[in-house]
C-alpha cells in the first residue's frame, strides 16, 4: 500500500512517538487527579509536553497551552469561546468546516461574518481581508489550505488587520511543517492538529493562546484544582480542560515534538523535493489539471478530465493499492471560489519516498487507457 493521505491522518509514526503512546496504555494513572505517586508521574510528564509545545510554537508561557482532541476543537473553543452576539468576524473562503460550521453557527446567534475572497493565483486576497477587518474583533485564516496547500504571509495578514483584532489561526496542514511562533507573528489563537504534520496519534491537538486571549470554556467538569468551586477554573489551561485528558495522546505529542525539534527543516525541505517532483510529473499528463504548486506541506491537488474525483480514489486504492482522497475536503467555499465540484488530493509526509511518487505517476497515466 503507497499511503498518500497524510493530509487527512499521518499513516506512518516515528517509533519513539508509537513506543511512548503504547507505553502510556500499559502503565497510566489519571493526571493531576490523585496524589499517589503514578498520578503524580503522569502529571508531570503531561506537563513536560505543555512546555516543549509552548517553546515549540513560541507561547508566552506553558499556562497557554490547552489540550484538546484534534484541531476542530481547539478552533471551536477559540471560535466559540471568544467571539460573541453583536460581533464583527472576518475569515476566508479557504476554510476548512472546522471554521466554517463554527461561523455559520455563530452567525445565527447574531454575529456578522464575512468572507475574503481568492486572488487569480489561488491565495488569499490580503488586500479585501484588510478592508473587510475594520471594526472586527476577530479574524480566522488557515495557515495551509488543506486542498491546494496554498499558505498566506501570516505576518502580511496580521499587518493588515486592526491591532485589537484577534489573529485565530488553524493550522492543521502547516504544524510540523514549517516553523510557527505565535508571538514572533503575533498569533493570538493557533489550533493544532497533532495527528498529522506534529506525529502525534489520533486523539492528540493543542490550542496554543497568546496572552490576551481569553476564551470562555465550553466544556464544564472536573479539572483536579479548585474542586469546591462549581464554577469552572478562572486560570489556564484548567478552564479548557474539563476531563479526564488522553494521556497516552499527549505523550506521543511530546515525543512527535521531540522527533521534530531536530528534523523539522529536513523534513520542509524533503516535502518540497516530493511535491515538486510529483507536480513535474503529473503536469506532463495532458489530461490532468493541476491546481497546486510546489509547497512544504505535501499537498497536491488535481483534477482527471471526464473522470469525478471520487472515481479516480477509488481506482487508484482498488486497482493499485494507492490512498489519496477525492471530492471537497470539507472545504465547500475553497471549491466554489476555484470553480470545482471536487479534486483528487495527493498528500505526502517525510516517510514517503521518490519510489512511491514514480508508482503513482504510472497509475494516474494508466488511468484513461483502462477507462
Known sequence: MIYFDNAATGGVKPENVVGAAAAAMRACANPGRSGHALSLACAERVQKVRGLLCEFFGAPSSDRVVFTKNCTEALNIALLGCIKEGDKVVTTVAEHNSVLRPLKHLESSGVAVRYAPLTRGGGIDIRALSAMAQGACAVVVTLASNVTGAAPD?????????????????????????????????????????????????????????????????????????????????????????????????????????????????????????????LHGLEEIPFITLYSRTNPFGIVAFDVRG?????????????????????????????????????????????????????????????????
Not at 510557527?180 to 491537538?205: E, F
Not at 516535502?271 to 517532483?277: F, S
Request: hydrophobic content about 40%; glycine content about 12%; proline content about 5%.
Open 307 to 371: 473522470m469525478p474525483s471520487e472515481e479516480v480514489a477509488e481506482r487508484l486504492s482498488r486497482e493499485h493499492g494507492i490512498c489519496v482522497r477525492g471530492g471537497l475536503h470539507c472545504a465547500p467555499l475553497m471549491h466554489g471560489a476555484l470553480g470545482t465540484s471536487g479534486l483528487v488530493r495527493a498528500s505526502l509526509s517525510p516517510f514517503n519516498t521518490a519510489g512511491e511518487v514514480e508508482y503513482f505517476l504510472k497509475a494516474v497515466r494508466g488511468l484513461h487507457a483502462c477507462a
Open 154 to 278: 501570516i505576518a502580511a495578514v496580521r499587518q493588515a488587520i486592526p491591532a485589537d483584532a484577534l489573529l485565530i489561526c488553524d493550522g492543521a496542514q502547516a504544524c510540523g511543517h514549517q516553523k510557527i511562533d505565535i508571538s514572533a507573528l503575533g498569533i493570538d489563537a493557533l489550533a493544532v492538529a497533532g495527528h498529522k504534520g506534529m506525529m502525534g496519534i489520533q486523539g492528540s491537538g493543542a490550542l496554543i493562546m497568546s496572552a490576551r486571549c481569553h476564551p470562555r470554556p465550553l466544556m464544564f467538569g472536573g479539572t483536579g484544582s479548585a474542586s469546591y468551586d462549581l464554577d469552572m477554573p478562572d486560570f489556564y489551561p484548567d478552564r479548557l480542560e474539563a476531563g479526564t485528558l488522553s494521556y497516552p495522546a499527549i505523550v506521543s505529542l511530546g515525543e512527535g515534538v521531540l522527533w521534530l525539534s531536530t528534523r523539522l527543516y529536513e523534513n520542509r525541505d524533503y516535502l518540497v523535493y516530493l511535491t515538486d517532483k510529483l
